[in-house]
């Protein structure tokens, strides 16, 4: 960086601080960013290396100073001049709507009360004090007179503005929200625990509590922290907007972050309405919330009714019901997954948690159990969350009786018997059986008849656990030779049930490589892997050729994932059932592959028109993999129509205009010699993934 005079390089950190700040607020307070991270990086790189040069430069409100100051001794206390109010709770409707008759009580009202919703955070409050637009001191909530200065910590949360924006805020402000950790992020940040060896945190807001309670401000900075801000506290020379929800979106110009959810509800029925909704959409929120807080709307309204106690009387928390039980863990049964995976499960007395009734909980595996020193015959504590399968949190010591058991995983399969192999990471433990091991027989078919593999609708769990145990299929192939009469023999498959699954399995067949090849369930192949196999080596064929090395040159695929594939398509078993599985009609159009050369059709516009024997979706993917434009209209610029039963008006056009029209084998004769396209696959006597003619492959 050139040397600059003092001067100049004040107005740039100046003109930095401000335009860093204003695309803080845009990344993490709008989440509508407007230049790239890579631009935003060279900006912040910018006056960072501009107040090394002049330190006398930085100022506490610099973005800079987000990284964590040094480390403290311990946290001031402070006196909140406003005290930090805690919310009356309601349970159920009725008691909803007891809230709500007090307040018209107390309002006189005969109107219905406007109130002001929005979710109940499940973090930490924290007040931010401003002085002059400038972040000065951030407390905990403490007993709600007196918390701790929490200020250099909360420095470090993007989210949180190190200067207020725009205009008009009051000269002292203080404002007040949660802080709260979001469950990507703390997800991430437990994953990383684990693999240092150490514990990690029980639940999100644990994580943001401890996070921020950090003597060290360069941890609280490394930690994924957000804040949705609800309320103001002190406030002088200065005013807001006279109704709660205007008052948020002035605290929203000013650059604080506030919840996207806050809406505006009528009387106790649009509450109750807004708690129904939001229940419902709860797990797919990216935090946690425990319910919802509604607030009388009007500020003079909320001055009339004022407080009792520690609460205000025109606000309540409807909280969800418990999400956290406590039961006995009964027994610990081992179950054997798709990859001969053991896994523990609790069974567990039956405990209604969140209104579900939970009789099972994942364990994880043995370590797990360990760890959390968990026995049979415990008292523990059980979570649900969403549709997520319940876990175990912990046991409660105390209450331990005399005659639990230490639990063992299995040296054999509980299910074949074969050897128990532990994997290289120490940590899973696996069964050798491999598809001899019915358990892990019925896992495989299950994931090759699921949504994102071969789609097959209305082979549920319940039915392919009835085929493996009557032994009807053993393999994903034997599923295409599964007759109406066999299948109307089970259990609850009536004929109409029968009619549409046999459908359902003839429609599967038309599928795409990628889906066939994740389908398969080969070790640690998923969808984007299995995607990435598909587009670089285009058939089937190639992928079962390619050695260790030429694998690994597929984006995802690493020296373990190459393993696998190749000890996958080396077993006779498995050839034996792709092979049936082509044999069938399994079949899917040709791949898309980015080299130009293997692009013949480059240039060349296609419209597809008329009843076609395969789905349109499909014949324009082989077309569109050899270079070919597929387009709806048909005009001079059209090169080919290809025009099944009962064409149209586009066939007419086409006609009109004297172009290129053909008809089925017409066009599998363009696409022919290539054996790369599948469509018209119907026609060959043979499979022909291994066989010669699949071998034009350039
Ligand atoms: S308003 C005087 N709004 O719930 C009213 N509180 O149980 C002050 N909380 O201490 C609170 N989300 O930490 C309000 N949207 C929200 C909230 C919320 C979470 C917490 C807050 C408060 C506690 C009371």
Redo the contacts with the bound molecule.
């Keep these: 960086m050139t040397a600059r005079g003092d001067g100049e390089a004040r107005l740039r950190a100046a003109w930095l601080r401000d335009e860093i700040s204003r695309h803080n607020y845009h990344y993490y307070v709008l989440d509508d960013p407007l230049i790239p991270d890579s631009e935003y990086d060279r900006l912040l790189r910018e006056l960072q290396a501009l107040e090394a040069e002049h330190p006398k430069l930085i100022t506490p409100d610099s973005p800079t100073q987000r990284v964590g100051a040094s480390p403290l001794d311990g946290f001031d206390e402070i006196q909140h001049r406003v005290p ?4 009356e ?1 309601a349970f159920s409707d009725e008691e909803m709507e007891g809230f709500d008759q007090r307040v018209r009580e107390r309002l006189e009202s005969e109107q219905e009360i406007v109130y002001a919703a ?8 924290i007040s931010l004090r401003y002085e002059k637009g400038v972040l000065v001191q951030a407390a905990t ?1 403490g007993d709600g007179t007196r918390g701790e200065a929490v200020t250099q910590n909360v420095r470090t949360i993007p989210s949180v503005p190190l200067r207020l924006l725009a205009d008009g805020w009051p000269e002292i402000l203080e404002v ?1 929200g ?1 802080i709260y950790m979001p469950l990507s992020g703390f997800e991430r940040i437990n994953q990383q625990a684990r693999k240092r060896g150490e514990k990690g945190f029980a639940n999100p807001r644990n994580a943001a509590a401890g996070s921020l309670r950090q003597l060290d401000p360069r941890i609280t900075a490394q930690r994924p922290l957000a804040m ?1 801000c ?2 103001v506290g002190e406030l002088s020379g200065g005013d807001l907007a006279p109704s709660y929800h205007e008052s948020v979106r002035q605290l929203s110009r000013w650059g604080l972050r506030v ?1 996207p959810e806050l809406r505006i509800v009528n009387g106790v029925a649009g509450c109750l309405d807004y708690y129904r909704r939001l229940a419902e959409r709860r797990e797919h929120l990216d935090y946690d ?1 425990d319910g919802v ?1 509604f ?1 009388v709307d009007s500020l003079a309204q909320q001055r009339v009714l004022g407080f009792v106690s520690r ?2 009387r025109w ?1 309540v ?1 409807r909280k969800f019901p418990a999400q956290e039980e406590i039961t006995r863990l009964l027994e610990i049964d081992v179950q054997v997954g798709r990859t001969g995976a053991l896994t523990p499960v609790a069974r567990l007395k039956p405990v209604t948690v969140a209104g579900v009734t939970v009789t099972n909980a994942t364990l994880h595996n043995a370590e797990e159990i360990q760890r959390k020193d968990i026995r049979i015959g415990d008292w523990v504590i059980v979570r649900r969350a969403g549709d997520v399968i319940p876990q175990v949190v912990r046991v409660i010591p105390d209450r331990r009786p005399p005659d639990t058991r230490i639990f063992q995983m299995p040296d054999s399969c509980p299910v074949c018997g074969s050897e128990v192999i532990q994997d290289a990471d120490g940590v899973v433990l696996r069964c050798s059986g491999g598809l001899y091991c019915p358990a892990q027989r019925r896992e495989a078919i299950k994931h090759f008849a699921s949504r994102r593999a071969m789609d097959i609708e209305g082979l549920g769990d319940k039915l392919v656990e009835q085929l493996v145990k009557r032994q009807l299929v053993s393999s994903p192939a034997d599923l295409y030779q599964l007759d109406q009469e066999t299948l109307a023999g089970l259990e609850r498959m009536g004929e109409k049930s029968t009619h549409n699954l046999i459908q359902a399995l003839q429609r599967s067949k038309s599928t795409t490589l990628a889906r066939f090849l994740f389908a398969l369930g080969i070790r640690e192949v998923g969808e984007a892997t299995a995607q990435a196999l598909a587009t670089h080596f285009g058939t089937l064929k190639a992928i079962h050729q390619a050695g260790i090395e030429a694998l690994q040159e597929v984006s995802d695929v690493g020296p373990v994932v190459a393993e696998h594939l190749v000890t996958f398509f080396r077993q006779p078993h498995n050839q034996e059932v792709l092979e049936k599985l082509l044999e069938a009609g399994v079949h899917w159009p040709a791949v898309a592959m980015p080299a130009v050369d293997r692009q013949p059709l480059k240039g060349k516009s296609f419209v597809l028109t008329g009843t076609l024997s395969q789905p349109r979706s499909q014949i324009k993917e082989a077309l569109q993999s050899l270079g070919a434009k597929v387009t709806g209209s048909v005009s001079k610029k059209t090169d080919y129509v290809v025009a099944g039963v009962d064409a149209g008006s586009k066939l007419e056009k086409a006609e009109r205009l004297g172009l290129e029209i053909l008809d089925e084998p017409g066009l599998e004769r363009l696409l022919g010699g290539d054996e790369r396209k599948n469509v018209g696959h119907k026609n060959r006597a043979r499979p022909t993934w291994l066989g010669d003619d699949e071998s034009t492959q350039a």
């Design positions: 930090m109010l805690s919310l709770n929005e979710p109940k955070m499940d973090g930490l409050a909530r007040r949660e949705f609800y309320g919840s919330i807080v607030k609460a205000p606000a928390a």
